[in-house]
């Protein structure tokens, strides 16, 4: 007599079980049933989904009460930092409208291929040398995660020409620590800020801080789309896309801004200019040259005052967070050869479906069925279990409320629900900020992501972090390395790489 095969409810499990093995222990546990292939994919789908929602929900209860948790997320907690973000906004608007009016971004260019970046990197090598200027900023080396934003900039502004202080998101693999820039205004004495401020102590931790040369070069290397983003097609979707993200970033400022309609006025004189010089250029070319100026222009102005990278769809809460994930220009490759066609192959998609599907979180708030399947919670129904666990039901004729030490009695259930929202504000109050301070986590396209446990038998190497829960490919992780080098089933679906994710892990603060 054959022995059946032991099976396990995956959803028990502490690590994400691979395709085959699930497959497996679903044929195993249902044995005299058959599954076809696209029901097993299904199902998988949703396995992922759940467990990925599951690692949200674990990730958040035990980084909730943490002090940068809740200046980023907190509907509450968050509003001092996010004010201090809009106003150091509000001045790189007036900055970058200055530059534009002067015409600085007019040669502005997202357009580059690696090849062409490898010269350019040679001939800028050996620049920056000269006299010992230092720049009007300090690079904090690491900041505890432990210790409030309020007591650095409180610590700071004891120095003079104190402008603000800016944090990096935590390095979960250095026990979310970040990174700081101490900015001071134009003539402060850095060597006297540098003196005072290095060695400083907040909570027995040591501040250690760094000066920076002007004119330093560090040779970093810039991001490439894939060439498909310079296709007609796709250039016109950006355009749209980079025009509601302007107007959305605009709003949340909170005042009457007008940048992006001097943006498009001044592209359009750029257009005209430069139109006079290329008689000789086809009306298709002509069509594409005079879009990706306008496009390029909104990217320009998304970037340097909205802290917005477009190709990486991130948003940060600073210049230099926003340099140190992603340095500028991020290119739109080009092919090498002018007849060459749009490669439009699997990871081309993928990383498109990312980016559409990034950007339309920032755009829209997604109604409670999209929320659900992206692992938020939905207000209403988490009100309604809320209820349901505050009322005690005697019998048919009587119920009660539980909220503290409330027991007033009621003929139907409908009036305790009705007392509850109507006496008990507080309580109702409190479900609400719990649910906005989950949400807000969970549909950040950028949020922070719990490690996953590697599966058994699975090298180190490839544990993983899970893709945003709703991504367009359903949930599959992202791993540290080349996909396409690993065995896999040949019925999974190629490719689930983030290709365009922000850079983790630490940087070279070195040019900062």
């Given at each position: 007599?054959?022995?059946?095969?032991?099976?396990?409810?995956?959803?028990?499990?502490?690590?994400?079980?691979?395709?085959?093995?699930?497959?497996?222990?679903?044929r195993?546990?249902?044995?005299?049933?058959?599954?076809?292939?696209?029901?097993?994919?299904?199902?998988?789908?949703?396995?992922?989904?759940?467990?990925?929602?599951?690692?949200?929900?674990?990730?958040?209860?035990?980084?909730?009460?943490?002090?940068?948790?809740?200046?980023?997320?907190?509907?509450?907690?968050?509003?001092?930092?996010?004010?201090?973000?809009?106003?150091?906004?509000?001045?790189d608007?007036?900055?970058?409208?200055?530059?534009?009016?002067?015409?600085?971004?007019?040669?502005?260019?997202?357009?580059?291929?690696?090849?062409?970046?490898?010269?350019?990197?040679?001939?800028?090598?050996?620049?920056?040398e000269?006299?010992?200027?230092?720049?009007?900023?300090?690079?904090?080396?690491?900041?505890?995660?432990?210790?409030?934003?309020?007591?650095?900039?409180?610590?700071?502004?004891k120095?003079?020409?104190?402008?603000?202080?800016?944090?990096?998101?935590?390095n979960?693999?250095?026990?979310?620590?970040?990174?700081?820039?101490?900015?001071?205004?134009?003539?402060?004495?850095?060597?006297?800020?540098?003196?005072?401020?290095?060695?400083?102590?907040?909570?027995?931790?040591?501040?250690?801080?760094?000066?920076?040369?002007?004119?330093?070069?560090?040779?970093?290397?810039?991001?490439?789309?894939?060439?498909?983003?310079?296709?007609?097609?796709?250039?016109?979707?950006?355009?749209?896309q980079?025009?509601?993200?302007?107007?959305?970033?605009?709003?949340?400022?909170?005042?009457?801004?007008?940048?992006?309609?001097a943006?498009?006025?001044?592209?359009?004189?750029?257009?005209?200019?430069?139109?006079m010089?290329?008689?000789?250029?086809?009306?298709?070319?002509?069509?594409?040259?005079?879009?990706?100026?306008?496009?390029?222009?909104?990217?320009?102005?998304?970037?340097?005052?909205?802290?917005?990278?477009?190709?990486?769809?991130?948003?940060?809460?600073?210049?230099?967070?926003?340099?140190?994930?992603?340095?500028?220009?991020?290119?739109?490759?080009?092919?090498?050869?002018?007849?060459?066609?749009?490669?439009?192959?699997?990871?081309?998609?993928?990383?498109?479906?990312?980016?559409?599907?990034?950007?339309?979180?920032?755009?829209?708030?997604p109604?409670?069925?999209?929320?659900?399947?992206?692992?938020?919670?939905?207000?209403?129904?988490?009100?309604?279990a809320?209820?349901?666990?505050?009322?005690?039901?005697?019998?048919?004729?009587?119920?009660?409320?539980?909220?503290?030490?409330?027991?007033?009695?009621?003929?139907?259930?409908?009036?305790?629900?009705?007392?509850?929202?109507?006496?008990?504000?507080?309580?109702?109050?409190?479900?609400?900020?719990?649910?906005?301070?989950?949400?807000?986590?969970?549909?950040?396209?950028?949020?922070?992501?719990?490690?996953?446990?590697?599966a058994?038998?699975?090298?180190?190497?490839?544990?993983?972090?899970?893709?945003?829960?709703?991504?367009?490919?359903?949930?599959?992780?992202?791993?540290?390395?080349?996909?396409?080098?690993?065995?896999?089933?040949?019925?999974?679906?190629?490719?689930?790489?983030?290709?365009?994710?922000?850079?983790?892990?630490?940087?070279?603060?070195?040019?900062?």
């Amino acid at each position: 007599m054959t022995t059946r095969p032991a099976t396990v409810d995956p959803q028990q499990l502490n690590f994400l079980m691979p395709y085959k093995q699930f497959s497996d222990n679903l044929r195993n546990t249902h044995a005299r049933s058959y599954f076809t292939e696209e029901e097993l994919h299904s199902r998988y789908l949703s396995y992922k989904q759940t467990y990925a929602t599951r690692q949200l929900t674990e990730f958040f209860k035990s980084n909730k009460d943490k002090i940068w948790f809740l200046e980023k997320y907190h509907p509450v907690h968050s509003l001092a930092h996010e004010q201090d973000t809009k106003k150091r906004r509000r001045h790189d608007y007036d900055v970058f409208m200055a530059g534009l009016e002067r015409g600085e971004y007019d040669d502005v260019n997202y357009d580059g291929h690696p090849d062409q970046q490898e010269d350019r990197q040679k001939m800028e090598e050996g620049e920056g040398e000269g006299e010992e200027e230092y720049e009007n900023k300090l690079v904090i080396k690491t900041v505890p995660p432990t210790i409030p934003r309020e007591k650095i900039i409180e610590m700071c502004s004891k120095v003079d020409g104190f402008e603000y202080l800016a944090l990096s998101e935590p390095n979960i693999s250095k026990k979310f620590h970040r990174v700081g820039w101490i900015q001071f205004s134009a003539g402060t004495d850095m060597e006297q800020a540098h003196t005072h401020l290095d060695g400083q102590k907040i909570d027995d931790f040591v501040f250690h801080v760094a000066m920076n040369k002007k004119n330093q070069t560090v040779p970093r290397i810039p991001r490439f789309t894939f060439d498909i983003s310079n296709s007609f097609s796709r250039l016109k979707k950006d355009f749209e896309q980079a025009q509601a993200l302007a107007r959305k970033l605009e709003e949340s400022l909170g005042e009457k801004m007008h940048g992006l309609e001097a943006v498009l006025k001044r592209a359009k004189a750029v257009k005209e200019r430069t139109g006079m010089k290329l008689d000789h250029t086809g009306e298709e070319e002509m069509e594409k040259r005079n879009l990706k100026k306008e496009l390029d222009l909104v990217i320009a102005y998304l970037r340097h005052v909205h802290m917005y990278c477009y190709y990486c769809a991130l948003e940060c809460n600073s210049r230099e967070e926003l340099s140190r994930k992603c340095v500028e220009p991020h290119y739109r490759r080009i092919p090498i050869e002018s007849n060459a066609k749009y490669s439009k192959n699997d990871k081309a998609n993928y990383w498109l479906q990312n980016l559409d599907h990034r950007i339309e979180l920032k755009l829209y708030t997604p109604k409670d069925g999209k929320l659900e399947s992206l692992g938020g919670k939905v207000i209403e129904n988490e009100l309604s279990a809320f209820v349901k666990t505050q009322v005690h039901k005697e019998h048919e004729a009587k119920y009660k409320c539980k909220v503290g030490d409330c027991s007033k009695a009621f003929k139907g259930y409908d009036f305790v629900e009705k007392h509850i929202f109507s006496k008990h504000p507080e309580e109702v109050e409190r479900i609400r900020e719990d649910v906005t301070y989950y949400n807000n986590y969970v549909l950040d396209p950028n949020h922070v992501l719990p490690v996953m446990n590697p599966a058994p038998g699975q090298p180190p190497n490839l544990i993983s972090m899970p893709a945003a829960t709703g991504t367009q490919w359903k949930q599959i992780p992202r791993i540290g390395m080349d996909i396409d080098s690993l065995p896999r089933d040949p019925r999974q679906v190629k490719s689930y790489v983030d290709l365009d994710a922000p850079a983790e892990g630490d940087a070279n603060i070195s040019f900062y």
